[in-house]
């Protein structure tokens, strides 16, 4: 197994390891200062960062090659990498066009949309010029099984009506967000709970949908992006907004979820690798007990365990990535699980530490590490609940093993 990047590879992650340097990090204060004036507007500075990183090509680095002419020619495994660069600051990904929930939904539409989907909201995404939201989670079911969700799609002549509620959809609460993929049932009574479900394309604007609240995350509403609770009444859009067919909603899902869920972790190790990058630096600098921290065995020994995890991490979010390149996501569906598991745990682990070898500051605006450490805990349950995960992975390893 082969994790040597050639020249092309290389210089990318330097570049965008330099563009981070120079203009992402000494930048983090004045995004906090602009999104004060209005938290639900994009920030000046992204779009101006955005400009940037278009005119030097580190922009839409995320789609593996077999999307083609909508690639960036890299695959999964050269990407990975360049996300984790990526995932020190939260809004970074957003800059390089990268950013989830866009990522997901341009995805979406490159393998699942017709040419007049592509054309309508795929192109303008892929440009940066709106972005776009995931409506799936719903409060009132247990949405880790996303066979209930509840939320009806009825067709009435060429027009789907959809009523329902929805919480927790990404991106929607953003001025500049315009389209978002819906998951409903068109078909409840269908014997098979697998083919219930459809997904399709609702403007924000659309009569009927009301954004009532952004949901916080451990206190924080996220903005300018937010995760907000929707009612859908009877709303109604084109027929011909549904993506690939009646009962082809958990499909989607399914192909849309395995490059989300690792795009996620990679951002994950970057997250932890900044964690680690900081707890250094404070243990260097700290002065307690009059010599620095370094010289407590303690605070030795969290830098060790924690250069061990991210590493561990890393290269297991390498294998995955490597095997949805040669198999599919299909085949690599038991590593893909494996690395959603272990990458938020192990940030959590790590950026643990380095609040605490901050003490109080860590777990103040002052540092990155409290909002980082929200990101993490989310992911313990966005894109799949550890328990499902662990439940999904553990059967199909003991029936084959069952099989042998």
Not at 72 to 86: C, K, T
Not at 260 to 265: E, K, N, V
Not at 364 to 387: F, I, N
């Amino acid at each position: 197994m082969n994790f040597e990047y050639d020249d092309k590879v290389k210089n990318l992650i330097g570049q965008v390891q330099g563009f981070m340097q120079e203009h992402v990090f000494p930048n983090e204060e004045i995004f906090d200062k602009q999104l004060e004036v209005n938290r639900w507007e994009t920030p000046a500075i992204v779009s101006e960062l955005k400009e940037k990183a278009q005119s030097v090509g580190l922009w839409n680095l995320f789609l593996p090659v077999e999307h083609g002419k909508y690639s960036a020619g890299l695959s999964n495994m050269e990407y990975a990498p360049l996300a984790e660069q990526m995932g020190g600051v939260t809004w970074a990904p957003e800059v390089f066009n990268c950013a989830a929930p866009d990522t997901g939904n341009m995805e979406v539409l490159a393998k699942y949309g017709n040419e007049e989907q592509k054309q309508r909201w795929l192109e303008p995404l892929l440009a940066g010029e709106i972005r776009s939201a995931f409506a799936m989670t719903e409060p009132d079911v247990a949405s880790s099984d996303a066979t209930n969700i509840a939320t009806s799609m009825v067709l009435d002549g060429d027009e789907y009506v959809i009523n329902g509620k929805k919480f927790y959809a990404s991106g929607v609460c953003r001025k500049q967000c315009e389209i978002m993929i819906v998951m409903g049932k068109t078909d409840p009574k269908n014997s098979n709970r697998y083919i219930q479900q459809s997904q399709i394309l609702v403007p924000v604007n659309t009569p009927g949908v009301t954004v009532t609240r952004p949901m916080k995350v451990l206190g924080y509403d996220d903005a300018p992006e937010g995760h907000g609770e929707i009612i859908f009444d009877n709303v109604r859009v084109p027929a011909a907004n549904l993506i690939l067919g009646e009962g082809r909603g958990f499909e989607i899902a399914q192909g849309r979820l395995g490059p989300g869920r690792i795009h996620h972790c990679m951002r994950m190790v970057g997250a932890a690798q900044r964690a680690f990058d900081l707890m250094c630096e404070r243990a260097n600098s700290r002065i307690a007990f009059g010599r620095p921290l370094i010289k407590q065995q303690s605070v030795r020994e969290d830098i060790a365990k924690s250069a061990c995890q991210i590493e561990q991490a890393r290269l297991l979010t390498l294998k995955a990535a490597q095997k949805m390149d040669t198999e599919g996501n299909q085949g690599a569906k038991d590593l893909i699980a494996m690395i959603k598991i272990v990458a938020p745990n192990m940030a959590l682990d790590v950026l643990d530490r380095a609040i605490q070898i901050h003490g109080a500051a860590g777990l103040s605006q002052d540092t990155p590490l409290a909002h980082l450490y929200a990101y993490a805990r989310t992911l313990r349950l966005a894109d799949g609940p550890d328990q499902v995960h662990m439940m999904q992975l553990g059967r199909n390893l003991a029936r084959r093993h069952d099989q042998a």
